[in-house]
Nanobody
Protein backbone atom coordinates (compact mmCIF):
# COMPACT_ATOMS: atom_id res chain seq x y z
CA UNK A 1 0.00 0.00 0.00
CA UNK A 2 1.35 3.42 -0.94
CA UNK A 3 0.07 6.74 0.32
CA UNK A 4 0.54 9.91 -1.68
CA UNK A 5 -0.11 13.29 -0.11
CA UNK A 6 -0.68 16.67 -1.67
CA UNK A 7 -1.86 20.13 -0.77
CA UNK A 8 0.73 21.60 1.57
CA UNK A 9 2.36 24.97 1.12
CA UNK A 10 2.88 28.45 2.49
CA UNK A 11 -0.15 30.39 3.70
CA UNK A 12 -0.69 33.57 5.69
CA UNK A 13 -2.24 33.46 9.16
CA UNK A 14 -6.00 33.17 8.88
CA UNK A 15 -5.75 31.40 5.54
CA UNK A 16 -6.86 27.94 4.47
CA UNK A 17 -5.35 24.84 2.97
CA UNK A 18 -6.73 21.44 2.03
CA UNK A 19 -4.56 18.36 2.33
CA UNK A 20 -5.29 15.18 0.39
CA UNK A 21 -3.96 11.67 0.75
CA UNK A 22 -4.79 8.73 -1.49
CA UNK A 23 -3.85 5.08 -1.05
CA UNK A 24 -3.13 2.54 -3.74
CA UNK A 25 -1.95 -1.04 -3.73
CA UNK A 26 -3.13 -4.55 -3.10
CA UNK A 27 -6.57 -5.44 -1.87
CA UNK A 28 -7.21 -4.00 1.56
CA UNK A 29 -10.00 -2.58 3.64
CA UNK A 30 -9.62 0.63 5.54
CA UNK A 31 -10.15 0.72 9.27
CA UNK A 32 -9.16 4.28 10.05
CA UNK A 33 -7.53 7.22 8.25
CA UNK A 34 -5.77 9.94 10.15
CA UNK A 35 -3.60 13.02 9.94
CA UNK A 36 -0.61 13.60 12.20
CA UNK A 37 1.79 16.50 12.30
CA UNK A 38 5.29 17.11 13.54
CA UNK A 39 6.72 20.53 14.21
CA UNK A 40 10.49 21.11 14.49
CA UNK A 41 11.79 19.87 17.82
CA UNK A 42 8.45 18.36 18.79
CA UNK A 43 6.97 14.89 18.80
CA UNK A 44 4.55 13.76 16.13
CA UNK A 45 0.98 14.35 17.28
CA UNK A 46 -2.43 13.17 16.15
CA UNK A 47 -4.45 15.92 14.50
CA UNK A 48 -7.60 14.07 13.47
CA UNK A 49 -8.93 10.70 12.43
CA UNK A 50 -11.94 9.23 10.64
CA UNK A 51 -13.15 5.64 10.85
CA UNK A 52 -14.50 3.54 8.01
CA UNK A 53 -17.92 4.11 9.50
CA UNK A 54 -17.52 7.88 9.26
CA UNK A 55 -16.90 8.76 12.90
CA UNK A 56 -14.42 11.58 13.32
CA UNK A 57 -12.35 13.11 16.05
CA UNK A 58 -10.04 16.11 16.04
CA UNK A 59 -7.48 17.36 18.52
CA UNK A 60 -8.55 20.14 20.86
CA UNK A 61 -5.86 22.42 19.40
CA UNK A 62 -7.56 22.41 15.98
CA UNK A 63 -11.19 21.88 16.93
CA UNK A 64 -13.49 24.26 15.11
CA UNK A 65 -10.81 25.05 12.51
CA UNK A 66 -9.86 21.70 10.94
CA UNK A 67 -12.21 19.14 9.41
CA UNK A 68 -11.29 15.61 8.41
CA UNK A 69 -13.23 13.63 5.85
CA UNK A 70 -12.75 10.31 4.14
CA UNK A 71 -13.82 8.75 0.88
CA UNK A 72 -13.69 4.98 1.20
CA UNK A 73 -14.52 4.47 -2.47
CA UNK A 74 -11.45 6.48 -3.46
CA UNK A 75 -9.29 5.26 -0.56
CA UNK A 76 -8.67 8.90 0.26
CA UNK A 77 -8.65 11.18 3.25
CA UNK A 78 -8.75 14.97 3.36
CA UNK A 79 -7.96 17.63 5.92
CA UNK A 80 -9.58 21.02 5.47
CA UNK A 81 -7.64 23.55 7.51
CA UNK A 82 -9.16 26.98 8.10
CA UNK A 83 -8.12 29.94 10.24
CA UNK A 84 -4.55 28.71 10.18
CA UNK A 85 -2.16 29.93 12.86
CA UNK A 86 1.65 30.05 12.91
CA UNK A 87 1.62 27.26 15.48
CA UNK A 88 0.02 24.99 12.87
CA UNK A 89 3.32 25.03 10.98
CA UNK A 90 4.54 21.44 10.72
CA UNK A 91 5.02 18.51 8.41
CA UNK A 92 1.69 16.77 8.06
CA UNK A 93 1.51 13.01 7.57
CA UNK A 94 -1.44 10.87 6.63
CA UNK A 95 -1.79 7.48 8.29
CA UNK A 96 -3.91 4.53 7.23
CA UNK A 97 -4.77 1.50 9.36
CA UNK A 98 -5.92 -1.26 7.03
CA UNK A 99 -6.80 -4.93 7.06
CA UNK A 100 -5.38 -7.32 4.48
CA UNK A 101 -6.46 -10.93 4.78
CA UNK A 102 -6.87 -11.17 8.55
CA UNK A 103 -4.00 -8.91 9.59
CA UNK A 104 -3.85 -5.20 10.35
CA UNK A 105 -1.15 -2.97 8.94
CA UNK A 106 -0.45 0.73 9.17
CA UNK A 107 1.09 2.98 6.57
CA UNK A 108 2.41 6.54 6.52
CA UNK A 109 2.43 9.12 3.78
CA UNK A 110 5.65 10.87 2.82
CA UNK A 111 4.70 14.08 4.61
CA UNK A 112 3.77 17.50 3.28
CA UNK A 113 5.05 20.79 4.68
CA UNK A 114 2.55 23.35 5.91
CA UNK A 115 3.99 26.75 6.77
CA UNK A 116 1.84 29.50 8.23
CA UNK A 117 3.64 32.82 8.12
CA UNK A 118 3.15 36.41 7.08
Amino acid sequence: VQLVESGGGLVQPGGSLRLSCAASGNMFSINTMAWYRQAPGKERELVAYVTSGGSTNVADSVKGRFTISGDNAKNAVYLQMNSLKPEDTAVYYCHFLVTMATNEYYYWGQGTQVTVSS
